[in-house]
């Protein structure tokens, strides 16, 4: 189930697809809610991506479309 900016909240865990900046799939932590995204912290993701996590200082923006909750 994709969230919503009502169940969105600060310090959820979710998870995000593979997007223009990240190769793989990862999880990350909502830090701040937007009016269609959110600030994720990037706290777990494929080895592969280990530069451009550095490169985006652990920090991503994603749709809120795009997020689930994670388990």
């Known amino acids: 189930m994709t969230l919503s900016k009502t169940s969105a909240k600060i310090g959820l865990a979710v998870t995000a697809p593979a997007t223009e900046n990240m190769q793989a799939p990862f999880t990350g932590q909502i830090e701040k809610?937007?009016?269609n995204a959110a600030l994720l912290k990037i706290t777990s993701y494929d080895p592969?991506?280990?530069?451009?996590?550095k490169a985006l200082h652990d920090k991503i923006i994603v749709s809120l479309k795009q997020l689930k909750k994670a388990k």
């Open 48 to 53: 592969s991506d280990e530069l451009n996590v």
């Open 33 to 35: 809610i937007y009016e």
